[in-house]
Every structure is written in structure tokens, then in C-alpha cells.
């Protein structure tokens, strides 16, 4: 996946570029004997404004209002110069480019395509606008003009397509890996639950047909009892496998939106009590560390409900500084943890293994009490703000 300081680098020197040929254009090939004191205010201020830019990169990984104003602002700015400096015959037809580029690199495309679309509309409106207030003497439907047009809603488009076609959109590849780590988290599911249920089934099966044969019907029934509990059990963990390979809420609605939404149909399915905790109110994580937290809380989750024998389980965010604290406790039966530590260490526990490997992927950590009183807890720490 492209870095968020490659696309931060990569936008910074295309702002850059573009107003310095807007600048060589407006004052070096001007057909004006004398440039104005106002175009050399707006070319200052519009170098204020990319330097700004420049410094204070655009933090894409961050999903909240005031990242989507900042991101509308660039886009009204960059329209707005068009209208204030000619429509097509503006220097600044390349810097207007700059928020499409940005929206193309790290959201979806119906919304770069959106974008694309409304600064094609822009720019014909600032060459009539542009027209009526005198700022140039040519219609639109002027030759050069109409050539310009064309040229120019061609590469907003392109701008817009590119990123996808050469696969260097962030939320692609965030997608992607996501679909990546949930094949091999199946794959892993299915080498070691699935099997093992299987073979449990094929034991059964024998002792209840043995059980029939010799007449113990009582038996019987409570090994087909026994095998509609694993039963259950299985359709659960299908179930949720299929649930997270399909859903779409986390890019949608954010984390902590899916996951109540998660607890609320989990408590239902399971029948434990299930509590969310939003210490400070708000979480500041990447797309993709997002989307490796939910992983890792639907694990904890589907661990209480095959092992824990829990009433209640509670999920708590809690800030802390530049850090994040998640804990997911229950109060079920527990366990050892040196036994638990030992069988991790021996290949036992995968999906334990892979939860602690998605939180360190993350730059994070996780660790893990239990107790047959108090029950189990695990706390993950996980960096905020991280790309």
C-alpha cells in the first residue's frame, strides 16, 4: 500500500508545481502591458495559502467533519480562482486540479468522479462568468476556447480514473488487504475449528449410532444433544465469517458505530449482556487501523461466546495521550495464563495469535488477565492518528 507520506509528497510537489506555473504564466506571459496590484495580492495570497498547504499536510486518515471541510474549503478555493482570474484562459486550470487528484488518491470513486464533474461545470461557468464582467473578449464557444474546455474536463476525469487504474488508491488497497487477512484468517478458522468440529461430528454420529443399535436411547439423546450445541456453534462462526467478508459499515460509519452496531446483534444471537464504553467520546484511527481493531474485537467476542461461559462482556475506549486503551472484559469462567502463554507458544490458540499479531502490526500491543472469579480481560494499546 502507497504511504501516507509518498501521497503526502507526492500532492505537496503537485500544488507546488502548479502554482509556480501559474505564477510564470500570469506575470511572465501576460499579454497585459501592466499586471495589476490586486493579481499580485491574489497570486501572495494563494502562495500563503499552498505553503500552508505544503506544511500542514492533509491528515486523509482521519474521518471526521473538519478533515471533509478542509478538503470542500480546497475545493471552493481552487473553483473560486477560476472565476476571479478568467475561466479557460486562467493560470490557475492546473492548480484547480489539486483537490481532484487529493479525493481521487484516498476516497472512493464515485466521489473523485463527483468532484471531477463539478469542476467541469465550474470552469464553463467562470468562462461565462468571466465573459459577462469583461475579464476576457472570447465566447466559449470560441475555437481555442472550446479546444481548452475539452482538453481540461478530459484530464479532470483522468485525474479522477488514474489512481484506480493504476491502483494506487488508499481505500483500494485498504480493501484489499482487508480481504487478504479475512482469507487467511478463514483459511486458518477452517484448518482448525472447522476440522476439529468435523471430526467431533464423526465421533458422535458413531456413538449414537452405536448407542441406538445397543438400545440407550437415553444416551442417544443426550449425544444428539450434545451435537446440536457444536452445531450452533458452527452456524455462529460461519455466520459471523460471512458477516465480516460482507460488510460495509466500517468504511461508512466509522468504528465505533459498527461495532455497537456488532455488540447489539452479538448480544442477541448469544444471549450475553453486552456493554460499550466511549471514555473521552471520540477515536482518532487510521482506515486500516480500524479496520484491524474490528477484526480484533470480533475474535475477542467470538472467543467469550465459544469459551468464556459469560453473562456479560464490556468493550471500553479510553484516551490516553497519543494512545488508545481497548479492553474487552467478561465475566465467564477464565482461564490459566501460564497454561494459556505455554499453548500459545506451541502453535494452540490461533485466533488468540492473530489478534496479538494485528495489534502489533499497528505498532501496538495486547495483553491478557484471567481468572476463574473475575473472569477475562484483554487490553490493547494502539497508537492514534497513524497512516
Same mark, same amino acid.
Given at each position: 500500500?502507497p ?7 507526492? @500532492? ?5 508545481? =502548479? &502554482?509556480?506555473? *501559474?505564477? !510564470?504564466? $500570469?506575470? %511572465?506571459?501576460?499579454?497585459?502591458a ?6 499580485? @495580492? ?5 502562495? =500563503? &495559502?499552498t505553503? *500552508?498547504? !505544503?506544511? $500542514?499536510? %492533509?491528515?486523509?486518515?482521519?474521518k ?6 478542509? @478538503?470542500?474549503?480546497?475545493v471552493?478555493v ?22 481532484? @487528484? ?7 470513486r ?8 463539478f ?73 482448525d ?52 467478508l ?37 477515536t ?96 490493547l494499546?494502539?497508537p492514534?492518528?497513524?497512516?
Amino acid at each position: 500500500m502507497p504511504g501516507s507520506s509518498k501521497i503526502t509528497l507526492f @500532492l505537496a510537489v503537485f500544488r507546488g508545481f =502548479a &502554482y509556480i506555473v *501559474a505564477a !510564470i504564466q $500570469i506575470v %511572465f506571459l501576460s499579454s497585459l502591458a501592466v499586471i495589476p496590484s490586486q493579481t499580485y @495580492l491574489l497570486l501572495g495570497l494563494v502562495g =500563503a &495559502y499552498t505553503i *500552508a498547504k !505544503i506544511l $500542514i499536510p %492533509f491528515r486523509w486518515y482521519q474521518k471526521d467533519y473538519l478533515t471533509y471541510l478542509i @478538503l470542500g474549503a480546497d475545493v471552493l478555493v481552487c473553483v473560486s480562482l477560476l472565476f476571479l482570474t478568467g475561466g479557460l484562459a486562467s493560470g490557475f486550470l492546473l492548480y484547480s486540479l489539486n483537490p481532484i @487528484l487529493t479525493i481521487s488518491l484516498i476516497m472512493h470513486r464515485r466521489v473523485a468522479l463527483s468532484v471531477a464533474g463539478f469542476s467541469s461545470l465550474a470552469v464553463i461557468g467562470s468562462q461565462l462568468f468571466s465573459s459577462r464582467i469583461g475579464l476576457i473578449t472570447a465566447p466559449i464557444i470560441a475555437s481555442e476556447y472550446l479546444s481548452i474546455l475539452i482538453i481540461y474536463i478530459i484530464v479532470c476525469f483522468l485525474a479522477a480514473f488514474l489512481p484506480f487504474f493504476i491502483n494506487a488508491n488508499v481505500h483500494r488497497h485498504i480493501e484489499e488487504k482487508a480481504t487478504v487477512d479475512e482469507r487467511n484468517r478463514l483459511a486458518v478458522e477452517m484448518h482448525d475449528n472447522l476440522a476439529q468440529n468435523l471430526g467431533y461430528f464423526k465421533l458422535k454420529t458413531k456413538l449414537v449410532k452405536d448407542s441406538l443399535l445397543s438400545g440407550d436411547t437415553k444416551k442417544a439423546t443426550a449425544e444428539l444433544n450434545d451435537l446440536k450445541l457444536v452445531a450452533d456453534d458452527v452456524y455462529e462462526d460461519i455466520r459471523e465469517s460471512i458477516d465480516l467478508l460482507r460488510s460495509k459499515k466500517l468504511d461508512s460509519i466509522g468504528l465505533i458505530p459498527t461495532l455497537a452496531d456488532y455488540l447489539h446483534q452479538f448480544g442477541q444471537r448469544s444471549g450475553i449482556r453486552t456493554e460499550l464504553l466511549v471514555v473521552d467520546g471520540q477515536t482518532d484511527f487510521s482506515p486500516l487501523a480500524e479496520l484491524q481493531l474490528m477484526r480484533v474485537l470480533q475474535e475477542a467476542l467470538i472467543n467469550v461466546r465459544r469459551h468464556a461461559n459469560a453473562r456479560k462482556v464490556e468493550v471500553r475506549f479510553e484516551a490516553d495521550g497519543n494512545w488508545t486503551q481497548v479492553s474487552i472484559g467478561d465475566d465467564g469462567q477464565g482461564f490459566d495464563p501460564t497454561t494459556y502463554q505455554q499453548e500459545e507458544e506451541e502453535g494452540h490458540h490461533i485466533g488468540l495469535k492473530v489478534m496479538r499479531e494485528r495489534v502489533e502490526s499497528l505498532g501496538g500491543n495486547m495483553s491478557i488477565t484471567s481468572d476463574s472469579k473475575l473472569g477475562t480481560k484483554i487490553f490493547l494499546k494502539i497508537p492514534t492518528g497513524k497512516g
